[in-house]
Nanobody
Framework: QVQLVESGGGLVQAGGSLRLSCTAS????????MAWFRQAPGKEREFVAG????????SYPDSVKGRFTISRDNARNTASLQMNSLKPEDTATYYC???????????????????WGQGTQVTVSL
């Protein structure tokens, strides 16, 4: 069983930055694809960023491309999400997810991911 723990959420003004971190308990962390999703009240869970097991491929939706950057450190079992130029519409609970299938390209469907963190709140004010 893999446990994922997110940290780094908080309140920030529009235009500001936050960095989220996800620490995994997995022994074979380097085999897992990692991703970040978010969910705002009353909305479906949305793919935000993904990185494959090797760190050689990343994926972003247009809504965050150029503002968010996902990275991973396999030696420290961590995945991070750097969020810049934040907007009020980025307000949501952000979830870290792990996929044990070692896809070359990060999947965007939430159903593909096997393990989830508890979430961390990000609030962007005007």
């Amino acid at each position: 069983q893999v446990q994922l723990v997110e940290s780094g959420g908080g309140l920030v003004q529009a235009g500001g930055s936050l960095r989220l971190s996800c620490t995994a308990s997995a022994r074979a962390f380097s085999r897992y694809g990692m991703a970040w999703f978010r969910q705002a009240p009353g909305k479906e869970r949305e793919f935000v960023a993904g990185i494959n097991y090797a760190g050689s491929r990343t994926s972003y939706p247009d809504s965050v491309k150029g503002r968010f950057t996902i990275s991973r450190d396999n030696a420290r079992n961590t995945a991070s999400l750097q969020m810049n130029s934040l907007k009020p519409e980025d307000t949501a609970t952000y979830y870290c997810a792990a996929d044990r299938s070692s896809y070359t390209y990060p999947p965007v469907e939430a159903s593909t991911y096997d393990y989830w963190g508890q979430g961390t709140q990000v609030t962007v004010s005007l």
